[in-house]
Nanobody, 118 residues
Framework: QVQLVESGGGLVQPGGSLRLSCAAS????????TGWYRQAPGKQRELVASITNSGRSNYADSVKGRFAISRDGAMNTVYLQMNGLNHEDTAVYYCNLKRTWPSIIDYWGQGTQVTVSS
């Protein structure tokens, strides 16, 4: 079993920055991709950024050039650096760990609130 704990959310003014962290613990045998998702009130959860086991990253169009996903070498901690935040970025952000081999298993964190407001 894998546990994910997110941190780093909070209240920030428009144009500001935050860095989210997702610490994984537990048995992590296999290959994993990691992603950050977000869910705003009344909206579906959406992918913000992801990084594969091989290090390939992918971003939603709405955050390209502003957000950056990274991880430590062992993938025990994944980060989301968020710059140039605006009101549309307000949401609960969830860390996702997807084991892709030898079988597919999804793990989710509890979520961390990001509020962009003046």
């Amino acid at each position: 079993q894998v546990q994910l704990v997110e941190s780093g959310g909070g209240l920030v003014q428009p144009g500001g920055s935050l860095r989210l962290s997702c610490a994984a613990s537990g048995s992590m045998s296999g290959l994993y991709d990691t992603g950050w998702y977000r869910q705003a009130p009344g909206k579906q959860r959406e992918l913000v950024a992801s990084i594969t086991n091989s290090g390939r990253s992918n971003y939603a169009d709405s955050v390209k050039g502003r957000f950056a996903i990274s991880r430590d070498g062992a993938m025990n901690t994944v980060y989301l650096q968020m710059n140039g935040l605006n009101h549309e970025d307000t949401a609960v952000y969830y860390c996702n760990l997807k084991r892709t081999w030898p079988s597919i298993i999804d793990y989710w964190g509890q979520g961390t609130q990001v509020t962009v407001s003046s």
